[in-house]
C-alpha cells in the first residue's frame, strides 16, 4: 500500500533548505527529466532527452543578506515526485547549491567580509542544509491520512538564529 502510494505520487514531502544566494523566481514549478550523471555515475543531473520526470515546488521563505553575511536563502520545497536527489539537482540547475552539500556544490567566489563564527558553522557544517519537514501519506491498515511534522536539527536552527541576529 505505501509503495503504491510512492509510485502514484502521493506521499506529502516538504523539505526545508537553505541555499547560497537567491533563486529566481523566488517561487515556482522546476519540471525536468533527471538522470544519472554521464559524468560521474554517483550524480543525478537534469537531461532534456533522456530520465524520469522530476517536479519539485518551491517558495522562498527568508532571504539573509547584510554587512557580514552572505547572500543566502531560506527555501520550502513540495516535491510532486521524489527522484534520487532530485532538490540537490534542481537547486543546482537553476544555479544554487544547498549550503553544506558538497557533492553538487557550485564553484563560488571566496566570501569577503563574513562574520567569523557564521563562516566557521557554515563551513564546519558535515551535513546538507536539507531537512524533511513534513511527511504525509494515507495510513496502510487504518486508511486515514497521518501527516508527520519534525523541528529543523539543532546544528541547522543554530544557524538560521545567527543568521536572524542583526549583526553589529
Known amino acids: 500500500q505505501l509503495s503504491i502510494q510512492f509510485s502514484q505520487h502521493s506521499i506529502m514531502r516538504v523539505y ?18 533527471i538522470t544519472r550523471s ?19 515546488n518551491y517558495k522562498t521563505v527568508e532571504i539573509f543578506e547584510g554587512k557580514n553575511t552572505p547572500t543566502l536563502s531560506l527555501l520550502e520545497c513540495k516535491l510532486e515526485t521524489g527522484r534520487t536527489h532530485q532538490i540537490r539537482v534542481h537547486m543546482n540547475y537553476m544555479g544554487n547549491s544547498i549550503v553544506g552539500d558538497d557533492k553538487y556544490k557550485k564553484k563560488f567566489k571566496k566570501i569577503k567580509n563574513i562574520d567569523p563564527i557564521l563562516e566557521k558553522k557554515l563551513t564546519n557544517l558535515n551535513r546538507q542544509f536539507l531537512h524533511a519537514k513534513i511527511i504525509g501519506f494515507v495510513h496502510p491498515k487504518k486508511n486515514k491520512e497521518m501527516i508527520f511534522d519534525s523541528i529543523l536539527p539543532q546544528e541547522l536552527e543554530i544557524i538560521l538564529k545567527m543568521l536572524r541576529k542583526p549583526h553589529k
Do not use: D, F, H, Y
Open 38 to 56: 554521464s559524468k560521474n555515475r554517483q550524480m543525478m543531473e537534469v537531461s532534456n532527452i533522456k530520465g524520469k520526470k522530476a517536479i519539485t
Open 16 to 33: 526545508q533548505l537553505l541555499i547560497w544566494g537567491k533563486i529566481r523566481p523566488s517561487k515556482g514549478r522546476i519540471k525536468t527529466l
